[in-house]
């Protein structure tokens, strides 16, 4: 169990700092001290900061002994690796929606100095069920791991409170983009689970 206090301490630390950096703070800090070269490639700054500074909290789930939990026998295996296919088919069908270069920050190669097109609210595809298709199929591959350890399970549940805890953040930024197109979407559709619960039903 030590090893689970120890991955959710990995998990913690990488929470603080990646939403520091993807505050409005840290970006305008950014801009402030390098210029345009801060703003337009920040994006691309943080995507691999990102990558980089997730290989600690990763070596230590790979690397830690490992107590298991469950493995599930037959016919539930092949599900559960059948819905985790399925899953990693709507990420790229999501990100073929968005741009994978726009979300890795990979498009300010290839703009202009200067140029910044307007983004655009998606709402087509599985965006029609939930605000975030790609924190739901993330979180929907590791919950269904066919053989849980005591260590995935913390990686689990260090990305599930991590995501519930930044999702304000990143639907303040949304609204400040979109205005009042969003905060409409926002009433219409759920944040991560394709349910709508109405009051009084």
């Keep these: 169990m030590l090893n689970f206090w120890l991955i959710l301490q990995s998990i913690a630390l990488y929470g603080a700092l990646h939403s520091f950096l993807a505050s409005r703070r840290a970006k305008a800090l950014a801009e402030r001290w390098l210029g345009m070269p801060g703003r337009r490639y920040y994006c691309l700054f943080f995507s691999i900061q990102a990558a980089i500074t997730f290989i600690p909290t990763l070596v230590l789930v790979i690397g830690l002994p490992a107590e298991p939990i469950y493995t599930l026998p037959q016919p539930w295996r ?83 409170l991590y995501i519930v805890l930044a999702l304000p953040l990143e639907e303040s930024k949304l609204i400040d983009e979109f205005g009042e197109a969003y905060v409409q979407y926002r009433q219409r559709v759920p944040a991560l689970l394709p349910l709508r619960f109405r009051k009084g039903s």
Excluded: I
Excluded at 82 to 110: E, I, N, S, W
Excluded at 120 to 130: F, Q, S
Excluded at 131 to 145: D, F, G, K, N, Q
């Design 78 to 160: 092949m599900l559960a690796l059948a819905l985790q296919g399925a899953c990693f088919a709507g990420l790229l069908m999501t990100f073929g929606q968005t741009g994978v270069l726009g979300f890795l920050g990979l498009d300010a190669l290839m703009k202009q100095e200067g140029e910044h097109p307007p983004g655009v609210l998606r709402t087509d595809g599985l965006y029609r069920w939930v605000r975030h298709p790609v924190y739901m199929l993330s979180l929907a591959v590791l919950y269904l791991m066919p053989s849980m350890t005591w260590n995935w399970l913390a990686l689990t549940l260090g990305a599930t």
